[in-house]
């Protein structure tokens, strides 16, 4: 069975940094997408980053130049680093997979439980 795990997130005053994880467990043969989503209180849930297989990537515009996201294919996990942090960032942040396992060749799409990141102003 796949399993997303995130860690990383907690409580860190504007201008601050923090460095999501999501490592990507189970019987995986291929990841096609991996990407970061969040969703603040009230609002819907918005892409803040994706990372195609072939390492191409998408920001949202609010965090173009301050968030990075990188992957480390050998352990199957994807980083988010948060830099400048605003307190309009303050949000849950998910994981999402597009992957394939070894017991549905299919791609589907898998979801972590989510991280808070939390900036004070």
């Known amino acids: 069975q796949v399993q997303l795990v995130e860690s990383g997130g907690g409580l860190v005053q504007a201008g601050g940094s923090l460095r999501l994880s999501c490592a990507a467990s189970?019987?995986?043969?291929?990841?096609?997408?991996m990407a970061w989503l969040r969703q603040a209180p009230g609002k819907q849930r918005e892409l803040v980053a994706r990372l195609t297989i072939g390492f191409s990537t998408n920001y949202a515009d609010s965090v173009k130049g301050r968030f990075t996201i990188s992957r480390d294919n050998t352990k199957n996990t994807v980083y988010l680093q948060m830099n400048s942090l605003k307190p309009e960032d303050t949000a849950v942040y998910y994981c999402?997979?597009?992957?394939?396992?070894?017991?549905?060749?299919?791609?589907?799409?898998?979801w972590g439980k989510g991280t808070l990141v939390t900036v004070s102003s």
């Open positions: 189970g019987s995986i043969s291929s990841i096609s997408v």
């Open positions: 999402n997979a597009i992957l394939a396992s070894y017991s549905d060749p299919y791609d589907g799409s898998y």
